[in-house]
C-alpha cells in the first residue's frame, strides 16, 4: 500500500486553487498567474496517437479517440464500428500508483452520420488522510471519470458538425470531513471539421482544419454548503492539417492545434483580498466567463497572447501499416510553463491498432532536476471490425 498525505492530494490537484488563495490574501505577483479549474484531468490528451504528436488532435484524421479532440471528425471516420482502450500512468515521479483509463466507442449510422461515447477515468491512487492533529482518518481510493455521448453529421461533402453531451463526477475528499461531498457538473462541446483533398503536381493529399469548444458546464463545488465554486475546464481548440501522399506506401501528415482555456483569468487584489487592483472579477457565471476570458488578464493583451498553448506534429504512415510520430508542446512560463517533446509510433494489421507515446521535458523542476512529465507513457489499443464503404454499406476488411 501506497500511502500519501492529504496534502500531497491537495498538492497535486489544486495547486492553482490554493496559489490564487495564498495570493488574494497577502497581495499578487503576475509573473506566474495560472489558470486553475476543477477536473484539470479534463483536458489531459488520453490516447498515444495524439500524444505522440504533442498532444495535439483537432484536425488530425478521424479515429476512435475523437472525441476529446473534435466529436465532428467522427463524420468522416472509415470504420464502420471501433472499440478503443487506452491507458496512461500518470505523473510517476510523484505518485507511484496514479494513472488514467480512457474507453471509446464509436459507430456509422449512415454515409453522412456517426454516434460515439466514451468513458475517461481518472484514479488517484490510495491516499492516507490525515486530520488536524494527524490522526489517522484511513486510506481511500479518490476518484474522478467523465462519460459522453455525440452524433456527428456532414454538413456537405467536406464539412462536419457534432455536439456532445458530458456528465462529469470528482469524489476527491471520500466523505472523510463532514463539510466536504463529491462534486459534479454536465458539460457540452460544439465542433466543425474540415476535409477535403488538394493535388500538388503529382502528390496529391488531403487538407482539414477544425474547431472545437469543449466542457461548456456547470461550475462544482467540494463544499455541502456550496459557499465556493469552480470552473470545470471549457477549452477553445483549433487548428489545420496537411496530409500528403507521397507515393503508394508513404504519407506525410503535418498538424497545429491552438488551446485557449476560457475561464476567467485571476485578477490582481490588494492586500486585504477584497478589492480588486487590475483584472476582472472572476465570480461570474460561466457564459460571462467565456466571453470575459478573452480580455480579463491583469497584465493586459500580452498576458491574454500567453494563455495560448500551442502544439506542432508530425505523423509517417508507411503502407498503412506502421506510423512514427513527433511533436511538440508550448507554454508560457507565465502559464504553467510546460514544454515538452512528444514520440511515439504505431501498428496496424487487419482490425487491430496498437499505439504508444513517451514524452519527453524541455524544462526541469526547479532544484531537483527531474520533471513530473518526464517518462510520461500512454499505450491505446484499437479493434475497427468494419471498414465502412458508401456504395456497399459494409466491406469486410481483408
Known amino acids: 500500500m501506497f500511502k500519501k498525505s492529504f496534502v ?159 456528465f462529469i463526477y470528482s469524489h476527491l475528499t471520500q466523505g472523510v470531513t463532514n463539510y466536504s461531498r463529491a462534486a459534479w457538473s454536465v458539460a457540452a462541446d460544439v465542433a466543425v471539421y474540415y476535409q477535403r483533398p488538394v493535388y500538388f503536381s503529382s502528390i496529391d493529399g488531403d487538407f482539414s482544419w477544425g474547431v472545437a469548444i469543449t466542457n461548456m458546464g456547470s461550475k462544482m463545488s467540494y463544499t455541502n454548503a456550496n459557499s465556493r465554486t469552480d470552473f470545470v475546464p471549457t477549452n477553445l481548440r483549433l487548428g489545420p492539417t496537411l496530409k500528403l501522399n507521397i507515393d503508394e506506401y508513404n504519407s506525410i501528415a503535418l498538424s497545429v492545434d491552438i488551446n485557449k482555456l476560457l475561464v476567467p483569468t485571476p485578477p490582481i487584489y490588494d492586500s486585504t483580498g477584497l478589492n480588486i487592483l487590475e483584472g476582472k472579477d472572476p465570480n461570474v457565471s460561466m457564459i460571462q466567463g467565456m466571453i470575459q476570458s478573452f480580455y480579463d488578464a491583469p497584465g493586459g493583451f500580452s498576458e491574454e497572447m500567453k494563455e495560448f498553448t500551442w502544439s506542432i506534429g508530425a505523423e509517417y504512415w508507411y503502407n498503412k501499416m506502421f506510423a512514427v510520430r513527433a511533436g511538440y508542446f508550448h507554454e508560457s512560463q507565465m502559464k504553467g510553463n510546460r514544454k515538452y517533446l512528444t514520440f511515439g509510433a504505431g501498428l496496424r494489421y487487419n482490425v487491430f491498432a496498437i499505439d504508444v507515446s513517451y514524452l519527453v521535458p524541455m524544462n526541469n523542476k526547479a532544484n531537483s532536476g527531474t520533471n513530473p512529465l518526464e517518462g510520461t507513457l500512454r499505450f491505446n489499443l484499437a479493434f475497427n471490425i468494419n471498414k465502412w464503404d458508401k456504395n456497399t454499406k459494409l466491406e469486410k476488411v481483408d
Not at 498515444?48 to 504533442?54: C, E, L, P, Q, T
Open 8 to 166: 500531497i492530494l491537495m498538492s497535486l490537484l489544486m495547486t492553482g486553487v490554493i496559489a490564487k488563495a495564498q495570493m488574494q490574501e497577502t497581495g499578487q505577483d503576475i509573473d506566474y498567474n495560472v489558470i486553475s479549474t476543477a477536473v484539470p484531468f479534463m483536458i489531459i490528451a488520453p490516447d498515444a496517437r495524439s500524444a505522440g504528436m504533442g498532444d495535439l488532435g483537432v484536425s488530425t484524421s478521424p479515429d476512435v479517440y475523437s472525441m476529446h479532440w473534435n466529436p465532428a471528425k467522427y463524420a468522416f471516420i472509415e470504420d464502420d464500428f471501433s472499440v478503443g482502450l487506452a491507458y496512461s500512468p500518470w505523473l510517476r515521479k510523484l505518485v507511484p500508483d496514479m494513472n488514467i483509463a480512457y474507453l471509446a466507442v464509436s459507430k456509422r449510422m449512415s454515409d453522412k452520420s456517426a454516434i460515439a461515447g466514451s468513458l475517461k477515468y481518472f484514479s488517484l491512487g490510495e491516499i492516507n488522510f490525515r486530520g488536524p492533529g494527524n490522526e489517522d482518518l484511513g486510506t481511500y481510493s479518490p476518484n474522478e471519470f467523465a462519460f459522453d455521448l455525440c452524433y456527428s453529421r456532414k454538413l456537405g461533402d467536406y464539412l462536419s458538425a457534432a455536439v456532445a453531451g458530458r
